[in-house]
């Protein structure tokens, strides 16, 4: 499970008031108990793992905010005029002195294994960092503990991103080198294979970042980003894709075990019952009024490839091909992520069908990814006890197909051991497992407005969207891509309706919701979901897209894009108290 963070005298430090960046200095008198044992380097470095993702805000929100999921309401982020220098936040620094501070007396310590907890807290502050410089860009870079005397640190300026990410670099191939623990079967703790994981996912972002921000002008420095990637990822040993007892549940039941399957995951928070350690996904998935009620948008279902491997949308009438259709002899990714089909719950006891349930899913394609079958009392209150997955190998594949793609070294063999690998998992069949694509899939070209037109890079593109969905990637992703404007054009659309009136949803005979307009109409069916589309402009309300017909169009609310957000600004009041930091452009 999740390291708990030790409260211990010597570690109690006062609160960083954001850009002054100062502590009190920390009482020596038991230091030497501490940093003269290696039991006691490796109790402080356990206070380091409150850096990873807690499971309170899940990675499996991430994606709320993306074009891949319809979402109730509008984030501040891309609601208009909400997200301003008085309104930001994240410019805190805790963390890192607490870090810093166990470096610099782990250096001096006596202890043989010294190196091995030193190489954890530079991997720590290496997440630190690319966590501040994803967010704000320019950052201070501070590798030493700051006494409060020292005003030139304390009040000084932002260090440039590129520099600060070679810094990460640097942190991180030194936590590789000096980490001594290469695997943990509790997929819980920090290894070697850990650090080479979050390394591809950082390098990959940098190297993209740098490719695609031309503003920069540091597209010449992206290959050496991408190699380091695949190098990476070639050195991690030990993993494979989970293989579960059958095709249709090899994929979800990673996300819904208790104990994480350490064939395949690679980090993780195990959450416990009796230490009362839960998460909230059934609730925030399910729920009709907790959460933002998420669900997926049909022009990201629509890139699900059928069984044999074609494109769904090569059907000229995919656009009005209704969900109980739609979803036959599709990738089995989707029926194990959206209800569909004969997916089934468990009612006190009871497996029940449940087919989509439009009073908890705008879309129709209500996820299932993260969320147990059972209903009480997982659904009703925040008592999730599987395991919260931060990384796991099918990322890794997904982050050197990409590198190769993007560096042009993409080979038959590679495909076959990344993307073909993911897709024969998903009971994908035919030449798309072995053999590289050749024309660039025009529906993918449509959805990324153009940005991309590489056959092996769009269907990369597909895979890692489909794969990792609900993992929390999404927006760094649109963003290191630079194509932000996706937060916001892309329409929370849903599944087709022909006209108003009754439908199956999963074909079992039963009508499971039904559309109108004006006056509500009665039913004999006390289950079925009434969606009322009439007319109307008003945030929160479903339509359909050609007002009788269509596709379900859910209004969440007006969504702004606009390019500064690519970064965070900086917090008004910690310009204030130092006014050498600046603003981020546009701020």
Not at 66 to 71: F, I, K
Not at 188 to 204: D, G, S
Not at 254 to 269: C, G, H, N, Q, S
Not at 354 to 366: E, I, R, S, W
Request: net charge negative; aromatic share 12%.
């Amino acid at each position: 499970m999740k390291i708990l963070h030790y409260i211990l005298p010597f570690l109690l430090v006062a609160s960083v008031s954001s850009c002054n960046l100062d502590e009190y200095p920390v009482d020596t008198a038991t230091n030497q108990a501490i940093f003269g044992s290696a039991s006691g380097l490796e109790l402080y470095s356990n206070s380091f793992y409150d850096i990873l993702p807690g499971t309170d805000v899940g990675v499996f929100q991430g994606d709320d905010v993306s074009d891949l999921v319809a979402r109730n309401g509008v984030d501040n982020y891309l609601a208009v005029n909400a997200l301003s220098p008085v309104t930001s936040s994240g410019w805190a620094w805790s963390n890192l002195r607490n870090i810093n501070y166990f470096i610099e007396n782990a250096e001096n310590s006596p202890v043989v294994e010294r190196n091995h907890y030193i190489g954890m807290a530079r991997f720590f502050r290496a997440l630190f960092y690319f966590d501040k410089v994803k967010r704000f860009g320019d950052v201070p870079w501070i590798d030493q503990t700051i006494e409060i005397t020292d005003s030139v640190t304390l009040y000084g300026s932002r260090d440039d991103r590129f520099m600060v990410m070679d810094k990460v670099l640097e942190d991180l191939n030194y936590a590789i080198e000096n980490i001594t623990l290469t695997s943990d079967a509790s997929s819980t703790r920090i290894t070697k294979n850990v650090a080479r994981a979050y390394k591809t996912r950082i390098a990959l972002f940098e190297a993209s970042f740098r490719r695609y921000h031309t503003e920069y002008g540091m597209q010449g420095t992206a290959d050496a980003w991408y190699g380091e990637v695949v190098n990476t990822a070639n050195e991690i040993t030990g993993f494979s894709l989970h293989s579960g007892a059958s095709d249709d549940r090899s994929y979800r039941e990673i996300f819904i075990t208790k104990t994480p399957f350490a064939d395949e995951t690679i980090l993780a928070v195990a959450l416990d019952a009796s230490l009362q350690v839960f998460s909230s996904a059934n609730r925030r998935f399910i729920s009709p009024t907790y959460g933002n009620r998420p669900s997926l948008t049909r022009n990201f279902v629509n890139t699900y490839l059928k069984l044999d491997g074609t494109s769904f949308t090569d059907n000229p009438e995919y656009k009005t091909t209704p969900f109980v259709e739609e979803v036959k002899n599709r990738d089995l990714r989707l029926k194990q992520t959206v209800r569909l089909g004969d997916y089934h719950r468990t009612e006190n006891g009871v497996s029940v069908v449940a087919p989509p349930n439009f009073n908890q899913t705008f879309t129709g394609y209500q996820p299932i990814k993260w969320c147990y079958d059972e209903r009480f009392p997982y659904d009703d209150e925040s008592r999730n006890d599987n395991a919260h997955i931060i990384m796991r190998y099918a990322e890794v594949l997904l982050n050197k197909a990409e590198a190769l793609a993007e560096l042009g070294a993409m080979t038959p063999g590679y495909w076959a051991e990344t993307i073909g690998a993911l897709r024969a998992r998903a009971g994908i069949t035919g030449s798309t497992l072995t053999t590289l694509p050749t024309e660039a899939d025009p529906y993918l070209v449509e959805y990324y407005k153009g940005k991309f037109a590489d056959p092996v890079l769009l269907e990369v593109l597909r895979e890692r969207a489909v794969e990792l969905v609900f993992e929390g990637l999404r927006p760094d992703d649109l963003r290191r891509w630079h194509i932000g404007e996706l937060f916001a054009d892309s329409p929370m659309n849903g599944m087709y309706v022909p006209a108003l009136g009754e439908y199956d949803l999963n074909g079992d005979g039963i009508m499971d919701v039904l559309f109108y307009q004006g006056d509500k109409p009665g039913s004999s069916n006390p289950a079925i979901a009434f969606v009322d589309v009439s007319l109307s402009s008003a945030a929160g309300r479903i339509q359909l897209s050609n007002g009788t017909s269509g596709e379900v169009i859910f209004n969440p609310g007006v969504r702004e894009w606009m390019d500064k957000k690519y970064l965070y600004p900086i917090p008004e009041t910690d310009i204030i108290r130092n006014p050498a930091l600046g603003q981020n452009p546009g701020w």
